[in-house]
């Protein structure tokens, strides 16, 4: 297959898709990937990407390294303020739609790695237009629903303007992939996306750590790592609330590995509860260094927010989390809840809950005998469901069934 990949978000920002399109590669096909120039998290361009001749540059020697031709597109950088963010997702949607006009025409289909915003598929579904390519969307965040914690309300006009474009979107795609199967009842429900049109692939994650000793050296004290993107959606602030009922007792501290738009509200918090013992803040570190933070840990934690559909999902991380070897305990809902509970890898309790999740750590804290099972638990689970083989298989048959379709 010749395989165009939209994506507004890809190396060197560490996204899942970094994986899926040199795996695709390596099973003979021929993958380009349309995505914008990297600026995630921190919202300014990296370093080497500042011009053209260098994104050439890094292009080239990406290709030398997995074979993935990358077309990068220019784009305001996300920056720190909402109105720049709003210029960012305004941008890579008017310049990719403009990048696909130059593009071979001869791809076999369009595969959309649908993060947020959803306008970031508009390229996509631009390049279906102009050439009859047959377009998948896999689709990791939901619209509009995803919109609401930007704009605060369904009663925001711009509301309505989401819940158009996506609806738009989503009509546009010959066939959907969700990584959580509440997905599809959303997408049927508000976008009228017919049932029959969309399908249920969970994300894979790297097997790096399967094998690995990852058992934290014995400290006297529980650690509990939450590693990831702090952002709203991921709710920290049950973490630092389940920290409050705790108290500052010593025989417990929380790592927080990763960065995002609500770190500085997140460590103020930890600040003002007189925890800051407790607690440490490592930032974004690369994926390769992850496994000796990891080790830290005697357990993980993992947060979202749960007041609409979006709580549903199952992220990413969980998965990751399962290759480690440790208890989970979570405050999340949905397809993430059933996970746990089914893989018998932890302990979930509802998102939001505060309360439960301080009540999991605690049992962990003076019980921790209770878990031993649970990371053996989890990497069977893990072999059994989330390999990037598993997902590769699926994802193959998908775009093949779509192609062959789009042929009779």
């Known amino acids: 297959m010749k395989i165009l990949i939209v994506s507004q978000y890809y ?6 898709i970094n994986e899926i399109a040199p795996e695709l590669v390596r099973r003979g096909h021929e993958v380009t990937v349309l995505c914008g120039v990297p600026n995630y998290p921190k919202g300014v361009i990296f370093e080497g990407y500042e011009s053209a001749e260098k994104r050439i540059a890094k292009a080239e020697e990406y290709y030398g390294r997995t074979g993935v031709h990358v077309v990068y597109v220019n784009q305001v950088p996300r920056g720190k303020n ?8 305004m941008s890579f949607a008017r310049n990719g739609c403009k990048m696909v006009s130059r593009l071979d025409p001869g791809f076999d289909v369009v595969l959309g790695y649908q993060l947020s915003p959803v306008t970031s598929m508009y390229p996509a579904v631009e390049y279906k237009r102009l050439h009859g390519t047959p377009l998948v969307l896999y689709t990791l965040d939901i619209w509009p629903v ?10 925001n006009p711009l509301y309505s303007v989401a819940r158009r474009i996506s609806k738009k979107i989503y009509s546009a795609a010959d066939r959907i992939l969700v ?7 959303y997408l049927h429900s508000e976008n009228y996306v017919p049932t029959e049109r969309m399908g249920y692939l969970p994300q894979h994650a790297g097997t790096e750590m399967l094998d690995a000793d990852l058992t934290a050296d014995d400290n006297g004290i529980a650690d509990f790592m939450f590693a990831g993107n702090l952002g709203k959606g991921q709710r920290i602030d049950v973490i630092v609330n389940a920290a409050k009922v705790l108290g500052a007792r010593r ?14 509200t997140i460590e103020e918090m930890v600040k003002e509860a007189g925890l800051s013992d407790n607690f440490t803040f490592y930032g974004n570190q690369k994926r390769e260094d992850m496994p000796r933070f990891y080790k830290m840990a005697d357990a993980l934690l993992i947060t979202l927010r749960g007041n609409n559909e979006v709580g549903n999902t199952m992220p990413g991380k969980l998965q990751m989390y399962m290759t480690t070897g440790k208890p989970i305990f979570g405050a999340i809902n949905g397809a993430a809840n059933e996970v746990i509970n089914d893989a018998k890898c932890g302990s979930c309790v509802g998102a ?25 638990n989890a990497r069977a689970y893990f072999k059994q469901h989330f390999t990037l083989s598993t997902y590769i298989n699926s994802l193959e048959a998908e775009l093949n069934s779509i192609i062959n379709n789009s042929r009779k």
């Open 11 to 16: 190396w060197p920002e560490q996204f899942q």
């Open 82 to 89: 909402p109105l720049q963010l709003v210029l960012n997702y």
């Open 146 to 155: 995803s919109a609401e914690s930007m704009l605060r309300s369904k009663r």
């Open 179 to 185: 990584t959580s199967r509440p997905f599809i009842d």
């Open 251 to 264: 025989d417990y501290h929380i790592h927080i590995v990763g960065d995002g738009r609500m770190r500085n």
């Open 352 to 376: 939001g809950d505060f309360n439960g999740l301080a009540d999991r750590m605690l049992s962990f804290i003076e019980h921790p005998s209770d878990y031993c099972d649970c990371g053996m």
